[in-house]
T-cell receptor, first 114, second 114 residues
């Protein structure tokens, strides 16, 4: 089955700096890669996603890049703010006939230092 | 639309007991997935239901089971509870409309096994 590895497990950056979280996946058939943000005591929420036919996607301060050949994808957060502090999860899935099975990475705890 | 709801929010059981957790998806969503979240293992996929049928299953023992009703509400059951079953159990629903894979998570049920 699919295996998703995520690095680093913890990340501290100064407010205003950029943060990068990287994930690799094992199944070359995976075609959907979402990123979820989970604040302390809250449910995971989708912040951005990318499909395998796109190499990069950006939404304001957040961007995701995908390298299908190398089977890795990354989350980039620019101009970090204190409210960006949370646990971030990457995931991968194969969307086939509507089947949904997300395999998650183990998470990155991002701390923004004021 | 109302979000995904889960009941109960907190549960304390003892080893050997069984437990049933409930999840009500967003209205119109037919796919419901269940995840176990622990500090060390992150989010691990349990199973996914669509139209009352289990479509995908993760690598959990047979003590973990689930079902889905005709109104898309889903339940999961854990029998013969073990200490290691203590975790946050999250369900997520997907609309699968317009090509969207986005999974919307519920607030979770925190299960403590003593």
């Amino acid at each position: 089955g699919e295996n998703v590895e995520q690095h680093p497990s913890t990340l501290s950056v100064q407010e205003g700096d950029s943060a990068v979280i990287k994930c690799t996946y094992s199944d070359s058939a995976s075609n959907y890669f979402p990123w979820y943000k989970q604040e302390l005591g809250k449910r995971p929420q989708l912040i951005i996603d990318i499909r395998s036919n796109v190499g990069e996607k950006k939404d304001q301060r957040i961007a995701v890049t995908l390298n299908k050949t190398a089977k890795h994808f990354s989350l980039h957060i620019t101009e970090t703010q204190p409210e960006d502090s949370a646990v971030y999860f990457c995931a991968a899935s194969i969307r086939s006939g509507g089947n949904e099975k997300l395999t998650f990475g183990t998470g990155t705890r991002l701390t923004i230092i004021p | 639309k109302a979000g995904v709801t889960q009941t109960p929010r907190y549960l304390i059981k003892t080893r050997g007991q069984q437990v049933t957790l409930s999840c009500s998806p967003i209205s119109g969503h037919r796919s419901v997935s269940w995840y176990q979240q622990t500090p060390g293992q992150g989010l691990q996929f349990l199973f996914e239901y669509f139209s009352e049928t289990q479509r995908n299953k993760g690598n959990f023992p047979g003590r973990f089971s689930g079902r889905q009703f005709s109104n898309s509400r889903s339940e999961m059951n854990v029998s013969t509870l073990e200490l290691g079953d203590s975790a946050l159990y999250l369900c997520a629903s997907t609309g699968l409309a317009g090509g969207s894979n986005e999974q919307f998570f519920g607030p979770g049920t925190r299960l403590t096994v003593l």
